[in-house]
């Protein structure tokens, strides 16, 4: 199971909000559709998925509007939940029997080198559709968070609270020889 550093009401907002895109279609269509995470920030689906997280979302120096935003367009192409982290679920054999990961190690360490917030999200949009849009929405919202944090305020003095080392661990450890 994954732990997060996100706090118990995000989960459950993110977990409420999330389980109802499948009943409304046109939000979902509406996240989907963005090319770039701040393409949303106009949208009545964006202000759909504020008006569902706690307050301090919308007026968060920690979470700015422009994570929020990432937050919902790359949750929203998720169609089924994992109960893997992130990370793991990329390290899964694509086939079943098979030994090739579902995102090969070239690509994995060019998501890992993500430097800009485009490459960042471009490599989840990747990630999310070679996963056949199955992950853990918590895992997926808590890294992006934890991307947007080191990228601002430095990463942690503890690598083991830093979201590449995590990743690695997580895909390494879990690719199969």
């Known amino acids: 199971m994954y732990l997060s550093r996100l706090k118990p ?16 279609r046109g939000v979902r269509a509406q996240l989907r559709r963005a090319s770039h995470p701040d393409d949303v920030l106009l949208t009545d689906a964006f202000y759909d998925f504020l008006s569902h997280m706690p307050s301090d979302w919308a007026s968060n120096e ?19 939940r994992d109960n893997k982290s992130f990370a793991k679920s990329l390290a899964r054999p694509k086939n079943e029997g098979g030994t090739k990961p579902v995102m090969s190690g070239l690509r994995f360490q060019q998501l890992l080198k993500s430097r800009s917030r485009d490459d960042l999200f471009k490599g989840l949009c990747r990630a999310i559709d070679l996963l056949g849009r199955k992950a853990n929405i918590e895992s997926i919202a808590d890294d992006i968070l934890l991307w947007f944090s080191e990228t601002r305020y430095g990463k942690s003095s503890n690598p083991m609270h830093q979201l590449a080392v995590r990743w690695a661990s997580d895909y390494y450890i879990n690719l199969k020889d």
């Open 62 to 80: 920690q979470i700015r509007l422009t994570d929020a935003a990432m937050v919902a367009v790359i949750l929203a192409r998720v169609e089924v």
């Open 9 to 24: 009401e995000e989960i459950k907002s993110l977990t409420n909000w999330w389980s109802r895109l499948d009943k409304n």
